[in-house]
């Protein structure tokens, strides 16, 4: 009975550990080669007019907007803050290629908001 919950408790981590695993994070920097790019990013649904239910992140390059790839809406922040995703549409450095209607991010990072003076 031990060794059978053993195995259970094993394979679960397993299947954790890979599941992590191919959840890739964006790396700290672009790379060198590639263009980075200034887009603007928020939640598609909410404020690119993209189909869907619920909220995910997009991107709009050129006046279109794409679903993006590589990185989640959640993955910055709470979306539903004041400045959050489905709120406000924001600022982004990206890197990365349309494929199949998505953008393929390789690097995905907000710009800091500036304050406005009153």
Known sequence: ???????LVMSTAAVSVGHAQA???QPAAPSAPKQ???VEAACGQC??????????LAVRMNG???FVDGTTIDSHGDAHAQDG???AIRTAQVQGEIVDNR???TYFKLVPETTKSK
């Open 36 to 38: 980075v790019q200034l």
């Open 85 to 87: 995703f489905c709120s």
């Open 1 to 7: 009975m031990k060794a059978l919950l053993f195995a």
């Open 23 to 25: 959840v890739q994070s």
């Open 103 to 105: 953008f393929k991010a």
């Open 47 to 56: 404020r690119l007019g993209l189909p869907g239910k619920g909220c995910d």
């Open 64 to 66: 279109k907007a794409y």
